[in-house]
């Protein structure tokens, strides 16, 4: 069964950096990609990017671009967000998923970030 876990969530100063990793537990057969999105207190959640997992193609969402980073470790089954330059408005839960061709089908529990201005 997969299984997602996030860390390296915590509480930084606006201007400051925080790197989050997502390990699986093992990968479904169909994996396309994995990625990350966000959930601001009060809103609903959001779509980061995402690493296609064979390719290692990576795609950052126009609202982060510049700021944060998506990578993977295919051997550690592991995709990452650097984020750096880090606004009080990036205070959310962060999630991770792995996408089969067609939907987003497992998720992490989230891991907080909290940005303090």
């Known amino acids: 069964q997969v299984h997602l876990e996030e860390s390296g969530g915590g509480a930084v100063k606006a201007g400051g950096s925080l790197s989050l990793t997502c390990a699986a537990s093992e990968l479904p057969e169909n994996i396309y990609a994995m990625g990350w999105f966000r959930q601001p207190p009060g809103k609903e959640r959001e779509f980061l990017g995402q690493i296609t997992w064979k390719g290692g193609i990576p795609y950052v969402d126009d609202s982060v671009v510049g700021r944060f980073t998506i990578s993977r470790d295919m051997a550690k089954k592991t995709v990452h967000l650097q984020m750096d330059s880090l606004k009080f408005e990036d205070t959310a839960v962060y999630y991770c998923?792995?996408?089969?061709?067609?939907?987003?089908?497992?998720w992490g529990q989230g891991t907080q970030v909290t940005v303090s201005s």
């Open positions: 998923g792995i996408s089969g061709p067609t939907s987003w089908d497992y």
